[in-house]
C-alpha cells in the first residue's frame, strides 16, 4: 500500500519540485491520503456487497423473487422517479412522510423539552407526576398506532400522533434530566450574580441542557420516521409507508428495498441537517478531539 | 489605605472572640450562634457549622483558615444567603439574611463561569440579570475586563482561556457588580504558585478602590497574611471559630514584599501553631474513620 510510506519516513516520496516538506505537512498529507483511503473503502465495501447479491441472485444462489436484487431495486426506484407511483409522484410520497415525521417531531420535542425542563425544575410536579410517566413509557408506544388510525382517521393526524409518542420520551427524559443535572454551582453563581428564578430557567438551565435534548433529537428524529411510516404502512392515502405496503401487497419485494433505500436517504440527509445545526449552536463547546489542530 | 475602621490592638494578639466592633457603624457581616446542619443521604444529620461567631467591620478584610471539610464553604453559602442557617442568625449590613441580597459578591471554589457565554457576555451578566441596560452593562463589564487584563479576550468562550485567566473571569463578573460585601472561596487555589502572587497583588488593587469588606477563605497561610487584616482559624469540624490573629502589617502591600518582612514570619509561626492543632485533628479523625 502507497498509504504506509507516508506514514513514517520523513524523507518524502514526492519528487515534485514541492518546498522542503515539514512534519506538519506530512502529516497533513497523511491525514488527507488516510481520508481517502477510508472513503474509498468504504465506497469498495458497498460495491462488493452489492454485486456480491447482483451475483447471487442472478445464478439463483438466493431467490431474486423474495430477495430481489439491486438491478431491480435501481430499476424500480427509477421508474417511481420517471413515471411516479400508484398514488402519485414520488416527491410527493416523500414530501408526505417528512412532513408527518417532521410535524409530530416538533410538536414531540417542544412538548418533551417543556415538560421535561418544567419537572426538572420544579420538584412537586416531578414527584407527582413521575410514577405516570413510567407507566406510560413502559407501554410499547408503537401498538398505540393502531388505536391512532381508529381514533384520527387515514389522514396525517394519526401518524403525527405516532411520531409524537414515540418522539415525546426520549426528549423528555433527558430533558429532565439535563435540568435535573445543571452543575449547581452555575446556578448559585447565577443567584448571586442576581437571577431570579425565571432568568436561571431561561439563562442556565436550558443553555445548560441543550447538551442533553440534542443528543436525544438525533435519536428522536429517527424515531419520528418510524413513527409515520408505520402509521402509514397500518393505513393511509399517501406516504413512503404506504408504498412499502403496496409494494409487499403485490409480493414486489424489489419495491420493499426501493422504499427503504428512498426512506434511508431521507434519514440521512435529515442527519446531516441535525449536525449541522448542532455545529452552529455549540460553538462555546470545545472541538472534539476529532477536529484537529 | 489602612485606616478602614479596625481596632489595631497588639500586634498579633490572639482575641478567641470577635474584637467587637468598635466603631458607630453596623458590622458589615455579623454571625451569632450560627449553626448549620445538613441531611445525609442516610437520613441522619451532619453539622457542618456549630455555634459560631464572628463579625466583619466595614471595609475590612477578613482571611479564613482551617483544616479541610470543616466547614468554611459552608459558612460563606450561610452569609450569602444561598443557605439558611439551621440556628442562630445572620446579619448582612445589620440586617438578617432572608434570601440573596444584590449587595454580595461570591466567588466560587469551582469554575462558576458560564461555559455558553463569551467572556463579555460573563462579565455583563451580573449587570443584565439586575436590569442595567445593554449598552450600559456592555461598557461596564469592558472596563473590569480592561483592568483584570482580558480586554483583548472578550471575544473567547471560557473553555479557550487558561484557568487562570477564567478566574480573573469571575473576580471581573463578581466585581463588575459592586459588591458591598465580597465572599471568595479558595479563588486562587487551582493556580500556580506565580500566578497565585500576581492575582493576589491584583485583588489587593481592586479591592483597594472599592472599600467593600472580603471575607477570603483559603489553605495558603502565606496568601491569609499577606492580603488580610485579621486572620480567623476555624476548628476541625464543625467550624466554629477557634481564634482570630490581627496581621498589623502596614498597607499598601505587595505580596512578594510582605511575605520576607519579619513580622509576616512571626505572625505565620502564631497562626500555624493554632492551626496545625486543627490540622492533625481532623487528619486523626479522617484517618480513624478509613479504619
Ligand atoms: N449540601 C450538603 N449536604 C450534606 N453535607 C454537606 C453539604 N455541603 C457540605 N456538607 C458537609 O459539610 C462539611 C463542611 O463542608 P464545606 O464545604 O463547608 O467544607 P470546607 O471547609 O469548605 O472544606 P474545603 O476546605 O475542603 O473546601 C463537610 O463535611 C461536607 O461533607
Ligand atoms: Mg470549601
Known sequence: ?293 | MSEQGKPVTGGGTSTPERPAASSAAVPAIELTNATKRFRTPSGALHTAVRDLDLTVAQGEFVAVVGPTGCGKSTTLTLVSGLEEPTEGEVRVQGRPVAGISDQVGFVFQQDAVFPWRTVLSNVMAGPRFRGVPVAEARERARDWLARVGLAAFEDRYPHQLSGGMRKRVALAQTFVNDPKILLMDEPFSALDVQTRALMSDQLLDLWAGTGSSVVFVTHDLDEAIALADRVVVMTAGPATVKEVFTVDLPRPRTVEAVRLEPRFIEIYREIWASLGEEVRITRERGAGNAA
Open chain 1, 1 to 293: 500500500m502507497p498509504l504506509d510510506s507516508t506514514l513514517d519516513t520523513a524523507a518524502p516520496a514526492a519528487p515534485a519540485p514541492a518546498p522542503p516538506a515539514t512534519r506538519t505537512e506530512a502529516r497533513e498529507r497523511a491525514a488527507r491520503h488516510r481520508r481517502f483511503t477510508v472513503l474509498g473503502a468504504r465506497v469498495l465495501v458497498l460495491a462488493l456487497f452489492l454485486g456480491l447479491w447482483e451475483v447471487c441472485a442472478r445464478t439463483e444462489v438466493v431467490d431474486p423473487f423474495n430477495f430481489s436484487q439491486p438491478s431491480r431495486i435501481w430499476s424500480q426506484i427509477w421508474q417511481w422517479i420517471t413515471h411516479g407511483t400508484a398514488q402519485g409522484s414520488l416527491g410527493e410520497q416523500i414530501a408526505y412522510t417528512l412532513y408527518e415525521a417532521l410535524t409530530g417531531w416538533v410538536i414531540g420535542v417542544v412538548g418533551g423539552v417543556l415538560l421535561g425542563i418544567a419537572l426538572g425544575r420544579i420538584r412537586f410536579l416531578a414527584d407527582v407526576l413521575g410514577p405516570y410517566i413510567k407507566v406510560l413509557n413502559a407501554i410499547p408506544r408503537i401498538v398505540l398506532a393502531p388505536i391512532f388510525l381508529i381514533w384520527f382517521g387515514l389522514g396525517p393526524a394519526s401518524k403525527v400522533a405516532s411520531a409524537v409518542v414515540l418522539v415525546f420520551f426520549p426528549v423528555f427524559f433527558n430533558a429532565f434530566q439535563g435540568a435535573r443535572e445543571v452543575d449547581r454551582n452555575l446556578v448559585a453563581n447565577a443567584r448571586i450574580l442576581g437571577a431570579d428564578n425565571r432568568r436561571v430557567t431561561l439563562q442556565v438551565v436550558i443553555p445548560a441542557a441543550t447538551t442533553w435534548i440534542f443528543t436525544s433529537l438525533h435519536v428522536s428524529f429517527g424515531f419520528a420516521l418510524i413513527g409515520a411510516i408505520v402509521g402509514e404502512y397500518i393505513g393511509a392515502t399517501k406516504g413512503l409507508g404506504l408504498l412499502v405496503a403496496a409494494a409487499q401487497g403485490t409480493f414486489n419485494a424489489a419495491g420493499v428495498y426501493a422504499a427503504m433505500t428512498i426512506l434511508a436517504v431521507v434519514a440521512l440527509l435529515t442527519e446531516g441537517v441535525l449536525t449541522f445545526a448542532e455545529k452552529r449552536l455549540f460553538r462555546w463547546k470545545p472541538a472534539d478531539a476529532g477536529d484537529g489542530r
